[in-house]
């Protein structure tokens, strides 16, 4: 069973309608007690850092996850999920992350060095490029998965940055260290490719 940590910032019910696809038994919960019986972890998230990291810290659940990852229990983080397990973001001013991967989350600057705007928020389909081999992209080639977000990882720990996608700059699409893991896409949303992300996480759940 999949755990889904509810701090009232996520897109729960595509990411639980996902896993009902599945037929993967989850359970969505702000309680360390109930998240406690699952066999993996999958931090959701939509809005701001620094919101987010006030709640995840004012509920101890920064504590939680820090500890339960430390167990060896899985993690995935979805979006700004993702974004919180970095050392820190400069997003409505510099807010300290979860830490597990070296890396800051970034605005797009929404100018090309020789001048010419883009859009931001980086909303819509784009190309998935494979940088390295990991269980969470086994069976996949390539691709196009769903974005939408206006900040971005910026890391110079490249081992960590499992696939990416080009928006102006080269964009952690997908992240990993360990048992920790990451997508600044929506894979409840990106069709075939995502679902088979999110099967494959299961999979890593399954295993540990």
Same mark, same amino acid.
């Given at each position: 069973m999949i755990g889904i940590i509810d701090y009232g910032m996520g897109n729960l019910y595509s990411v639980s309608k996902a896993l009902e696809r599945m037929n993967y038994e989850y359970v969505i919960s702000d309680s360390p007690a109930v998240l406690n019986k699952t066999k993996? %972890?999958?931090?959701p998230g939509v809005g701001s850092f620094k919101d987010a990291m006030s709640i995840l810290n004012e509920t101890g659940l920064t504590s939680y996850i820090k500890e339960t990852v430390a167990t060896g229990k899985p993690l995935l983080g979805i979006c700004l999920g993702m974004? %919180?397990?970095f050392e820190k973001s400069e997003e409505n001013g510099l807010t300290e992350g979860l830490g597990f991967l070296k890396g800051e989350v970034i605005r797009f600057p929404g100018e090309t060095p020789s001048g010419e705007l883009y859009k931001v928020p980086h909303m819509g389909w784009n190309e998935l490029n494979i940088q390295a081999n990991s269980p969470l992209l086994a069976s996949i080639d390539q691709g196009h998965v769903y974005f939408v977000h206006s900040y971005?990882?910026?890391?110079e720990?490249?081992?960590v940055v499992l696939a990416s996608s080009s928006y102006d700059v080269?964009?952690?699409?997908?992240?990993?260290d360990g048992q920790v893991f990451g997508t600044q896409f929506h894979p409840e949303k990106s069709s075939d490719i995502g679902l088979t992300i999110l099967k494959n996480y299961a999979a890593v759940v399954e295993g540990r």
């Open positions: 993996g %972890l999958i931090l974004q %919180l397990l971005y990882v910026n890391t720990d490249k081992d080269e964009v952690p699409a997908v992240v990993g």
